[in-house]
């Protein structure tokens, strides 16, 4: 029963009640999301363990027995896998609170896919206050079953949003000369876009410019006083990403001056790029040795998609794991996102046990 970001309503009630068998007490943060705390027998650290809970706007068209009952909307991105793996691991932690050297914070997560969810609770309530380090997992089918990769450093990217609104002077089509062709401007803007990161970006860094949507025009003969062009930028440098404004509202403004037409910038701020803090890293190594041995941890690729688990890494150091649900044999070999998405549910095991082991490990130290 997937729901999408701010409408987990049924979703964070199935938390809850399963908190409540449980007896782990909880607070509702940000209408959706939810918080739960774990307090062990002794005085320590506390650390934080979060699932995001939002589905997508997807028809599933997956043929199995957990397929999506909300018609339009399915679980594309495993949140509904990271979801039971957190409330299995506050079952494990739970019977054994009396050894745990602090506390466990369970965060429950909404609206990821906005890429505003965490900032979101994060305004409400101060829940991170008193964290020392957070730990995620985002289950990934591009990393076999059984697999692991917690290293250090930039892991996810920042993800912005761009707005471009373009004017010119509209007019017959047959009359071009008379107007000013804003489809046109925008087009060229589109183009000369493309030459930020292959020219003003050093090769040695990813970087990532795209417009993934241009709406212009009326009909076939009129020639259009208007365009909008909506897009992403992502990055992993912080520095490139306080660059992006001013490149570019330098070429739109420009690029459309030189049509005679004039252009706008709307920049909107996302998600920061996710750094994974080193210590952390080790732990989670760690943690994943135990489970599964060191043929578990594998290293992969940093990822341009953007995860707005790092803003609560703006409050503490923290560590996302990307754990492997890939099975060709099972059917899980689709994308994120995708109207296939599966995963191979062993991997829920691996995931369970690890949000469990990281926080013992991390208490512990």
């Not at 897009?231 to 992006?244: A, K, L, M, V, W």
């Not at 709307?266 to 989670?284: Q, V």
């Not at 703006?314 to 996102?337: D, I, S």
Request: net charge negative.
């Amino acid at each position: 029963n997937p729901e999408p970001s701010w409408q987990e309503v049924k979703t964070s009630g199935r938390v809850k009640e399963e908190l409540t068998k449980m007896g782990i007490p909880y607070i509702t943060v940000a209408k959706t999301g939810v918080v739960a705390t774990l307090k062990g027998k002794k005085e320590g650290k506390t650390v934080a363990l979060r699932a995001d809970m939002d589905a997508l706007e997807i028809t599933e068209k997956n043929e199995i027995p957990y397929k999506s009952q909300n018609p339009g909307v399915m679980h594309a991105c495993g949140h509904d896998g990271h979801t039971a793996m957190l409330l299995g691991a506050a079952q494990v932690l739970n019977e054994i609170k009396d050894e745990l050297n602090g506390t466990v914070k369970l965060i429950f997560q909404a609206a990821e896919e906005t890429t505003i969810g965490a900032k979101a609770m994060l305004e409400d309530t101060d829940f991170m206050e008193d964290v020392d380090g957070v730990f995620g997992i985002h289950l990934w089918s591009n990393i076999e079953s059984g697999k692991v990769s917690v290293e250090a450093g930039p892991r996810m990217a920042a993800a912005d949003v761009i707005k471009i609104s373009v004017k010119g002077k509209s007019g017959h089509g047959s009359m071009p000369h008379q107007t000013v062709d804003a489809v046109v401007a925008a087009s060229a803007i589109v183009m000369n876009l493309q030459s930020i990161v292959s020219r003003e970006i050093s090769p040695l860094e990813s970087a990532v410019v795209s417009i993934g949507s241009f709406h212009s025009g009326t009909r076939f003969n009129v020639i259009a006083n208007e365009a909008e062009l909506i897009g992403t930028t992502r990055c992993f440098n912080p520095e490139i990403r306080e660059q992006f404004p001013q490149i570019i509202e330098r070429i739109a403004k420009n690029t459309a001056a030189s049509y005679k037409a004039e252009a706008d910038l709307e920049y909107n701020m996302g998600t920061p790029p996710l750094i994974n803090d080193a210590e952390c890293s080790k732990i989670a190594a760690g943690a994943v040795e135990k489970i599964i041995g060191k043929d578990g941890i594998i290293e992969f690729e940093k990822i341009t998609g953007g995860e707005d688990l790092a803003f609560f890494f703006q409050k503490t150091p923290g560590v996302l794991a990307f754990v492997g649900v890939r099975n060709e044999e099972k059917g899980a070999c689709y994308p994120h996102h995708h109207e296939r998405f599966n995963i191979d549910e062993d991997a829920l095991e691996v995931g369970t046990a690890l949000y469990a082991q990281y926080a013992v490990d991390f208490l512990d130290k």
